[in-house]
């Protein structure tokens, strides 16, 4: 069915009584693609009741989803992917990886690409060549892409400084893995926020690298420090469940001693169980989706191209696995 102007037909009244914005309404009546297909749907239907009537067949949107190896990305990515699809998307996927050459043919075909690949800057800088009205989105990890989305890396690593600094800890090991996409800016944060609480705070690095265990790192570090420290904090929740299933066994008395924290989301079911009772800077997976489903469906402007960077909130909880040293002697667990 054509367009055919109604003067008649209120835009803003229309907006009003959908609870959304007159630039939806008028980006439904020219043909934008950049419109949520719920929220097109209900302005059609309305419009057309008023006697505007506006339906007319609408281009296709191609979204690249991009894998690479990492597990929980993956999986959560195909979540998107199946959102997405659901709401009548064509959605790709590929491994920058595994096929370059492939990756940058399908760039060159879509209109969006999420990256659920840890990629670096050349990337998404060839990407942008291969198609330069490209849109980019990274989630969990910083980057130079169009969007992206993360927890607040730098509020959770200051929680966890604070928490640590609140119970007297001053002598503190950080276990960073080098397979961990966000370890760098989680790091950061924790050693600037200790070092402005407490500048004569000992802060110990367990550098895991690629190939390494995770128990076999820590039974190193644990062989050669002295005196060892009182608390040990894992950058991700995945780390702190190694150490849980694997180290802990192994030296019982010396894990009784040590205070535990870690950084990670809430047990996901689907994906991985988190087995412990850790304290935790915790986040929501599913805040993730959200809010790049949002800006697949609501596309922001692309004339200056400046970066967007969300971040999904974060908090502590407690459980009692970090000791408060003010307090020797007497068993103390916190609420």
Same mark, same amino acid.
């Given at each position: 069915m054509e367009?055919?102007?109604?003067?008649s &037909?209120?835009?803003?009244q229309?907006a009003?009584d959908?609870?959304i914005? &007159?630039m939806t309404? #008028?980006?439904?009546?020219?043909?934008a693609v950049n419109?949520h297909p719920?929220t097109?749907?209900?302005?059609?239907n309305e419009l057309?009741?008023r006697?505007c009537?506006v339906?007319?067949?609408?281009?296709?949107i191609k /979204? /690249?989803?991009?894998f690479t190896?990492?597990?929980?990305?993956t #999986?959560?990515g195909?979540q998107? =992917?199946?959102?997405?699809a659901?709401?009548? #998307?064509?959605?790709?996927?590929s +491994?920058?990886?595994?096929n370059y050459? @492939?990756?940058?043919n399908?760039?060159?075909e *879509?209109?969006?690409?999420v990256f659920?690949?840890?990629p670096?800057?050349? $990337?998404?800088? @060839?990407?942008r060549n291969a198609?330069?009205?490209?849109?980019?989105?990274?989630?969990?990890?910083?980057?130079i892409a +169009? &969007?992206?989305?993360?927890?607040n890396?730098i509020?959770?690593a200051e929680? @966890?400084?604070?928490?640590?600094?609140?119970?007297?800890?001053?002598?503190?090991?950080?276990?960073?893995?080098?397979?961990h996409p966000?370890?760098?800016?989680r =790091?950061?944060?924790f050693?600037?926020?200790?070092?402005?609480?407490?500048?004569? *705070?000992?802060?110990d /690095?367990?550098?895991e690298?690629k190939?390494?265990t995770?128990a076999?790192v820590?039974q !190193?570090y644990?062989?050669?420090?002295?005196? %060892?420290?009182?608390?040990?904090?894992?950058?991700?929740?995945?780390?702190? =469940?190694?150490?849980h299933?694997?180290?802990e %066994?192994?030296f019982?008395?010396?894990c009784?001693?040590?205070?535990?924290?870690t950084?990670d989301?809430p047990d +996901?079911?689907?994906?991985?169980?988190?087995? #412990?009772?850790f304290?935790?800077i915790?986040?929501?997976?599913?805040d /993730?989706?959200?809010?790049?489903?949002?800006?697949?469906?609501?596309? %922001?402007?692309?004339?200056?191209?400046t970066?967007?960077?969300?971040s999904?909130?974060?908090?502590?909880? $407690? *459980?009692?696995?970090?000791k408060?040293?003010?307090r020797?002697g007497?068993?103390? &667990?916190? !609420?």
């Open positions: 367009k055919r102007p109604n003067g &037909v209120n835009f803003r229309v009003r959908l609870g914005s &007159v309404v #008028y980006r439904v009546v020219n043909g419109v719920e097109r749907y209900k302005v059609v057309n009741r006697g009537f339906h007319s067949p609408q281009r296709q /979204l /690249l989803f991009d190896g990492h597990q929980y990305l #999986y959560y195909r998107l =992917m199946k959102r997405l659901s709401l009548g #998307y064509t959605c790709l996927a +491994d920058h990886r595994k050459e @492939a990756f940058l399908m760039v060159s *879509c209109d969006t690409v659920a690949s840890i670096d800057d050349k $990337i998404i800088t @060839a990407a198609n330069k009205s490209i849109y980019t989105i990274t989630l969990s990890t910083s980057s +169009d &969007v992206t989305l993360s927890p890396n509020k959770g929680l @966890a400084a604070e928490h640590l600094y609140a119970n007297g800890h001053s002598h503190i090991a950080v276990h960073c893995a080098e397979r966000t370890r760098q800016e =790091m950061k944060a050693f600037a926020q200790m070092n402005f609480l407490d500048p004569e *705070c000992q802060i /690095l367990i550098h690298k190939g390494e995770t076999g820590l !190193k644990f062989q050669t420090v002295t005196p %060892p420290p009182t608390a040990l904090f894992f950058l991700a929740g995945e780390f702190a =469940m190694l150490y299933k694997e180290f %066994p192994l019982p008395e010396l009784r001693n040590l205070s535990i924290l950084f989301r +996901d079911w689907e994906f991985n169980v988190l087995n #412990y009772d304290d935790h915790e986040f929501f997976s599913n /993730l989706l959200d809010w790049a489903e949002y800006y697949i469906t609501n596309r %922001p402007m692309m004339k200056k191209r970066p967007i960077h969300t999904t909130d974060v908090r502590l909880v $407690i *459980c009692g696995s970090v408060n040293l003010h020797k007497k068993k103390h &667990v916190q !609420k």
